[in-house]
């Protein structure tokens, strides 16, 4: 959906949007250790070293909720939602950094094929 954002706003809008969605996820993770970056081209990722999976969750829903609230695009309908595929990684687990991206990336798609605006793990 972010394409039809793209096709409404145009480039420079779309960009903003992207700019606006940085700034919830920044004010959501605050610990030095914690980092969010763009991850493609209207993906993020948030990596959270020491917390759990439930704390994830909680720090995703935040994400989502103040992304959600954000005040609409002047002339537009829709609000900017996002849709957040969660994967764990634990320190004793065998798992590569390309599988447990492949994990959130799975997720993710799960998310936004089951009715967007929402979070999968």
Do not use: C, M
Request: no cysteine.
């Amino acid at each position: 959906h972010f394409k039809a954002f793209n096709d409404r706003h145009g480039h420079q809008g779309g960009d903003e949007a992207l700019r606006t969605v940085a700034q919830v996820i920044a004010s959501h993770i605050r610990r030095p250790a914690d980092l969010a970056a763009r991850y493609g081209g209207e993906e993020f990722a948030v990596v959270l070293p020491n917390t759990d999976a439930k704390g994830a969750w909680v720090i995703a829903e935040h994400i989502r909720e103040g992304v959600q609230h954000l005040p609409r695009v002047a002339g537009d309908a829709q609000p900017i939602t996002v849709s957040i595929g969660l994967s764990t990684w634990q320190k004793h687990s065998h798992i590569s950094l390309e599988d447990l991206l492949l994990k959130a990336d799975q997720a993710l798609y799960q998310a936004k094929h089951s009715g967007r605006n929402r979070i999968v793990d």
